[in-house]
């Protein structure tokens, strides 16, 4: 079974700055696209920023140049570095990866955490 627990959401004025960390543990073979994706109330969830195996990065053109993801592979972790946040960024965060478990590739989500920008 693999479980991603995901931290580092929290409240913050506009202009600050948080660190998401979201690491993956359980029987994983190997783990290949890692990602952030947000909810913010009432809407859909959107992809934030995506990492590949390659370490190839893409990002939401509204984050760009202010987010930045990143891994470790060896902890089994990715990361969201949040900048010059803005009101318009509050969401519940989730992180996602496509994992082969030693059965199958699957994509598997953390529980999400609260990211408050106020104004």
């Known amino acids: 079974q693999v479980q991603l627990v995901e931290s580092g959401g929290g409240l913050v004025q506009a202009g600050g700055s948080l660190r998401l960390s979201c690491a993956a543990s359980?029987?994983?073979?190997?783990?290949?696209?890692m990602g952030w994706y947000r909810q913010a109330p009432g809407k859909q969830r959107d992809m934030v920023a995506s990492i590949t195996d390659g370490s190839s990065t893409n990002y939401a053109d509204s984050v760009k140049d202010r987010f930045t993801i990143s891994r470790d592979v060896a902890k089994n972790t990715v990361y969201l570095q949040l900048t010059s946040l803005k009101p318009e960024d509050t969401a519940v965060y989730y992180c996602g990866m496509n994992i082969h478990d030693f059965k199958s590739l699957n994509n598997y989500w953390g529980q999400g955490t609260q990211v408050t920008v106020s104004s």
């Open positions: 359980g029987r994983i073979l190997r783990i290949y696209d």
